[in-house]
């Protein structure tokens, strides 16, 4: 079932029974071959198109939902609506992206937290984003802000004085 068992039977036989059959399989190959290095929608619908045998229709069907998958992850990464990222989720489950996209909506929660003065769970969110560098740019102060309050809600007045060195030098 391999491309080289088809091309040692053509070679072997190739007024055989079977050598249509064959040489279409390896056509089918190397049509894949070109989709596969390609990589576009396109080549994969055209392999798709073309294709007698279609022995790769799956991985062509899988490698187009990813492809488009990742173009509208590109589409909507950047979004400040939460729905965006969730409805991009429910679209591509299987995405590559969807670590990202997860992230992503982690970032949207704790901003959304940090507006309605819940910083603790904020920081939170925002850890769960992946922290501080994971972060847009734009939220990077927000995440400060969090945990400069997380940080200062620890103390106490039985706080030692390194304690609250390390607090101010922060």
Same mark, same amino acid.
């Given at each position: ?17 079977y050598i249509d059959d064959i040489n279409k399989r390896i056509e089918d190959y190397d049509m894949w071959s070109f989709a596969s290095s390609a990589n576009t929608i396109s080549a994969y619908n055209? @392999? ?16 187009? =939902? ?10 909507? =990464?950047? #979004?400040?609506?939460? $729905?965006?990222?969730?409805? @991009?989720? #429910?679209? @591509?489950?299987?995405? $590559?992206?969807? #670590? ?11 901003? $959304? ?16 984003a992946g922290g501080r560098y994971s972060l847009q740019y734009v939220n990077r102060d927000l ?8 940080? @200062? ?5 039985? #706080? ?11």
């Open positions: 079932g391999t491309v080289d068992a088809f091309k040692e039977y053509a070679k072997a036989y190739p007024k055989g029974k055209q @392999y798709l198109r073309n294709s007698k045998h279609k022995s790769f229709k799956e991985k062509a069907d899988a490698a187009i =939902k990813e492809l488009q998958a990742q173009e509208e992850w590109n589409r909507v =990464k950047n #979004s400040t609506n939460i $729905s965006d990222i969730e409805r @991009y989720m #429910s679209a @591509y489950p299987n995405s $590559s992206c969807i #670590s990202d996209a997860k992230k992503r909506r982690h970032e949207l929660t704790a901003v $959304s937290l940090y507006n309605s003065g819940n910083f603790r769970a904020a920081l939170n969110e925002f850890n769960e995440y400060d802000k969090c945990k400069e309050y997380y940080d @200062y809600s620890q103390l106490s007045s039985y #706080s030692k004085e390194n304690e609250l060195e390390s607090f101010l030098k922060t």
